[in-house]
């Protein structure tokens, strides 16, 4: 993702005609800075990524190679900072912040159709798998700091030997069950097409796309091999 940035804010200097020292100036930070951005030397700050998309008029997912649309899922410096507690290491890592903020509107437009579906099980379901999900992410994490796992109910034994990828196999299959129940039982789905789901979901639409293509493309990967 790194050089894909590096990439992206080069052509876009190059694109609006205007020199490394000119850019750097407009962007308030040295031009030695910014070719090191541009070269893919160092990696820039969330403050440094908001200016740049204000200034070249492009979607922070444009500028990061999420999207080809420049306009798609615009990200404020206000939607940015607050992705990042404060002393949180988002604050320090565009992917992070990404990447976090990518998954949220994803979920948000998930959990919102199934909330208009309005099926409990389903619902549970989807939660607890994502938290069991979740769960298994931090608890390698809190493991590999060093962190006492006498913290968690599970011992370290059963975490390792894959219980919480038992459990997410089963709440996938009692959501799949719950969503099967409703289309027998004639439920009215909500629209999927994505006219509907971009007109329901405008802000978060995008996100969802996002992480669906990329998925996607990952998965159909893996299937060739």
Known sequence: ??????????????????????????????????????????EPGLSFVVKACDYYHVSADFMLGRTLSREG?????????????????????????LQSKLLSGALGVLFGLLGKLGDKAAINAAAAYLGSGIYQ???????ESGANEDYFALNAA????GMADA?????????FHALRQQTEQKAVFPAMSAEAVAEAYPGRCQSM?????????????????
């Not at 990042?84 to 992917?95: D, I």
């Not at 996002?210 to 091999?225: C, F, I, K, Y």
Request: charged residues 25%.
């Open 1 to 42: 993702m790194a050089s894909e940035f590096s990439r992206t804010l080069s052509l876009l200097r190059k694109e609006r005609g205007v020199s490394q020292r000119t850019a750097a100036g407009d962007l308030g930070i040295s031009q030695a800075l910014l070719s090191h951005y541009e070269n893919g030397i160092r």
């Open 73 to 97: 899922s615009m990200l404020t410096h206000e939607e940015i900072l607050n992705a990042a507690e404060p002393g949180n290491v988002l604050q320090g890592s565009v992917m992070a912040t």
């Open 137 to 143: 992410l931090y608890r390698h994490l809190y493991r």
């Open 158 to 161: 059963d975490c390792t030997l």
């Open 167 to 175: 459990e997410m196999k089963l709440e996938e299959s009692r959501y």
């Open 209 to 225: 796309t996002q992480v669906l293509s990329t998925a996607d493309a990952r998965l159909n990967t893996l299937a060739r091999e």
